[in-house]
């Protein structure tokens, strides 16, 4: 399986920082690339998403930024706030098999 | 619009042990899918059905693990017999279509935990 790399692990930010969180993928028929965001005991949640002819997708506090000739695309979370504290999942799709391809997650704590 | 359902929440059995996991979809939702998360790790994908057929089950391991889809509805995912890697929470998505338009729509997924 093609592999999407994610980093960092875990991640602690003050109320109000900047969160960042970085993906690397291999697999280049992907076309579509989603985040999730995992609340404990419950299921991952479509958060925001990006193709590849775009360099940048902002929707509120959330923006995706893409790099399509280094294979790498990175969730910002501006205005960090408690309740945003969760395990964030990137992935990578091929459309066309409507197949992710899931990253193996951040789990990020926002501090007061 | 009611979301996934997924039965049991929780499920503790022992190795060699069997078990069954029920999925009922979003109504109108054609692609049901079914995915394997081990703690730590991001959820992987098992099995991926458009109405009742298989669209992709690359994933599963065929030898213990079995699903299908009733009349292009509900799901159910069985083990047998459990081996104790098999611990991870088991994840029903659907969507309305195969697209990248067409978001995943996750359950709050059942905890199997074998001893």
């Known amino acids: 399986q093609q592999q999407v790399k994610q980093s960092p692990q875990s991640l602690i930010v003050q109320k109000g920082g900047i969160s960042i969180i970085n993906c690397a993928y291999e697999n280049t028929a992907f076309d579509y690339f989603p985040w999730y965001q995992q609340f404990p005991g419950k299921g991952p949640a479509l958060l925001i998403a990006?193709?590849?002819?775009?360099s940048e997708k902002k929707e509120g506090r959330f923006t995706i930024s893409f790099n399509k000739s280094a294979k790498q695309f990175s969730l910002h979370i501006m205005d960090s706030q408690p309740g945003d504290s969760a395990t964030y999942f990137c992935?990578?799709?091929?459309?066309?098999?409507?197949?992710?391809?899931f990253g193996t997650g951040t789990r990020l704590q926002v501090t007061l | 619009e009611a979301g996934v359902a997924q039965s049991p929440r929780y499920k503790i059995i022992e190795k060699r042990q069997s078990v069954a996991f029920w999925c009922n979809p979003i109504?109108?939702?054609?692609?049901l899918y079914w995915y394997q998360q081990i703690l730590g790790q991001g959820p992987k994908l098992l099995i991926q059905?458009?109405?009742?057929?298989?669209?992709?089950d690359s994933q599963l391991p065929k030898d213990r693990f079995s699903a299908e889809r009733l009349k292009g509805v509900d799901s159910t995912l069985k083990i047998q017999p459990a081996k104790l890697e098999d611990s991870a929470v088991y994840l029903c998505a659907s969507s309305l279509r195969v697209s990248f338009n067409s978001p995943l729509h996750f359950g709050n997924g059942t905890r199997l935990t074998v001893t």
């Open positions: 992935a990578g799709e091929h459309g066309t098999a409507s197949k992710l391809t």
């Open positions: 059905f458009q109405n009742n057929g298989v669209v992709d």
């Open positions: 109504s109108g939702h054609a692609t």
């Open positions: 990006i193709r590849p002819d775009v």
